[in-house]
Structures are given as C-alpha cells and as structure tokens.
Nanobody, 126 residues
C-alpha cells in the first residue's frame, strides 16, 4: 500500500521561497522514483519535478534553476525547494509515484502516475 502526504504549503510573497515535503509510506521507498505536479486554478495538473532513486532529477522548464527536488531515504521523505517564486506558482502541489518497476521512468503526464497525495496549497501574494 502506498500513501503520500504533502505538507509545507502556505502563503508566500512573490520572489520568496518555500519548501514542500512529501512523506511516503512505501516499503521500497529508497528504490522508488518520485514526482511533483501542480494544479493551478482552472488548469490541468502539470509536471514540476522528479527525483529518481539515485537522486537524479528532472525539472519542467518553467521551474528549472529555481526549484530543487531532493529526497531523504532514511526518513522516507521527498522535498521540493522552491525559490524566486512567481505568481503563476499559485497552485495545489502534489506528490506522486508509480509501481516500483516503472517509478524511475520520468513521466510528465499525470495520467502516467498511479499514486497521489492529497496535495498542499501554495498561494503567492504580491
């Protein structure tokens, strides 16, 4: 059974920083690739970042250079450090993963992911 719980969202000023966390209840977490998506109001859920079992990362062009995804396998945690936040970052942020044998193939479509958290809201203020 896979359970993902995001936290760390909140209200932040444009240009500011925020770190999101995802607590994963997964027996094989250390070998599992993880991903972050976000869904802005009225828009589809979009890929933000992914971190593989070996800490290799992939980022959407819109966040590359400003966001960093990392993991702590000892704690079963994944993080998304968001810097220089822009107004379009207002969204619900989700943690996602797949079954172990395919989880380290980075997918950018939400339909490709099987397991999701409930999300955490990030709101930018001017």
């Amino acid at each position: 059974q896979v359970q993902l719980v995001e936290s760390g969202g909140g209200l932040v000023q444009t240009g500011g920083s925020l770190r999101l966390s995802c607590a994963a209840s997964i027996r094989t977490f250390s070998s599992r690739g993880m991903a972050w998506f976000r869904q802005a109001p009225g828009k589809e859920r979009r890929f933000v970042a992914a971190v593989k079992w070996n800490t290799g990362t992939t980022y959407a062009d819109s966040v590359s250079g400003r966001f960093t995804s990392s993991r702590d396998n000892a704690k079963n945690m994944v993080y998304l450090q968001m810097n220089r936040l822009k107004p379009e970052a207002t969204a619900v942020y989700y943690c996602a993963t797949n079954d172990a044998h395919i989880s380290n193939y980075v997918k950018i479509s939400e339909s490709e992911y099987k397991y999701w958290g409930h999300g955490t809201q990030v709101t930018l203020s001017s």
